[in-house]
């Protein structure tokens, strides 16, 4: 087994009772807290027209979790290229690169993240995405590149700048991609895991090297709730579980408080639907999450974990996040003794 890196992604969760603001401090507080235990990275997600997630404008947000952190890398997970022109998203994390050198990542997709009507008054054309999707990152490229500055359009700030870009995918259509041009690949195996193993599999066997990156990285993000004991983690584990109820159900309603009991709540085909999109979800103490996770890197052999812990509750959260160090410090441990 492989030793792994472990980060953050964020995506602004707007709870119950609590406003915009609170969320924005709540995401400061966790990314400071993932920077003193020495987590990788923090990325946040780009989503439009939902009251339970507030990470929007995500360059916005960026910089403001980047100036309230000192060391650990922030970044997109991710940017949804098509939505914006590269451009303008060069210029932003040029900008952001340069006020924080050497801690920004740029990672990108190609879904909306959003609805079908948010996704035209954000004027994509859904006809163009596959072809526009990979155009646009070669133009990312160039407007990041030495070379364009003998270019009649530049992007100032972003020219010279080593901003690393990540693709990110839910299916296996950017594996494919992310092969091709020898990039990192981010699966979103939280909310989509059909087809990760497949994606994984395309994106090791047809992987080119390039001057960006010589070998596959690969990044898996997964679900976690982690509690003192079994009984806390899945209680508080609900208000993930009603977070994909209100999906299936098309309510975007902020984040519930946990419950005792989700029978109450769900039907028996939306409880399946919903155990079946969270397949990777590792909820326990600690011991729990540490052999989960394990069973998990045995199989896929990952090079770093993204954990994504919707609970209601900020303290919880913190402490959830400091048990899944703990746990990959012991894998960690057994991995280098081995």
């Not at 990192?184 to 390039?210: D, L, N, T, V």
């Not at 989700?262 to 919903?274: A, L, N, P």
Request: glycine fraction near 6%; aromatic fraction near 10%; charge should be negative.
């Amino acid at each position: 087994m492989k030793n792994f890196e472990i980060s953050v992604l964020d995506l602004a969760p707007v709870k119950q009772g609590k406003s915009i603001y609170d969320t924005f401090q709540d995401s400061l507080s966790l990314a400071n807290h993932a920077e003193n235990l020495d987590y990788k990275r923090f990325w946040l997600a780009e989503h439009h027209n939902m009251e339970s997630i507030a990470s929007s404008a995500t360059s916005v947000l960026i910089g403001f979790i980047a100036n309230g952190t000192k060391k650990i890398r922030v970044g997109s997970g991710g940017i949804m290229l098509p939505n914006h022109s590269s451009l303008i998203i060069a210029e932003q994390f040029g900008t952001l690169e340069s006020l924080f050198p050497g801690r920004i990542d740029l990672g990108v997709g190609r879904a909306p993240g959003t609805d079908g009507l948010t996704a035209q008054a954000l004027g994509r054309n859904p006809a163009l995405i596959n072809e526009q999707f990979p155009r646009q990152i070669l133009e990312l490229q160039r407007y990041f590149s030495k070379e364009n500055s003998e270019a009649m359009v530049r992007a100032i700030p972003g020219e010279g700048l080593d901003i690393p870009i990540y693709i990110l995918g839910s299916s296996t259509d950017s594996a494919w991609l992310a092969a091709e041009l020898g990039l990192p690949y981010a699966f979103a195996g939280h909310f989509a895991p059909e087809q990760m193993e497949m994606a994984f599999k395309i994106y090791r066997e047809h992987f080119e090297p390039s001057k960006y990156l010589d070998k596959p990285y690969i990044i898996a993000c997964v679900n976690g709730v982690a509690a003192e004991t079994s009984e806390e983690a899945h209680k508080i584990s609900t208000t993930l579980f009603q977070a994909f109820i209100n999906i299936v159900r098309n309510d975007r309603k902020p984040f519930a408080p946990p419950v005792d009991d989700m029978d109450e709540i769900w039907s028996s085909m939306e409880k399946s639907m919903v155990l079946q999109k969270l397949r990777y979800t590792f909820i326990g103490d600690q011991a729990e999450v540490q052999e989960k996770l394990t069973n998990f890197q045995e199989r896929f052999q990952v090079d770093e974990m993204m954990i994504n812990s919707h609970i209601y509750d900020h303290q919880k959260r913190l402490r959830s996040y400091e048990i899944f160090r703990e746990a990959t410090n012991s894998i960690q441990s057994v991995i280098n003794h081995s």
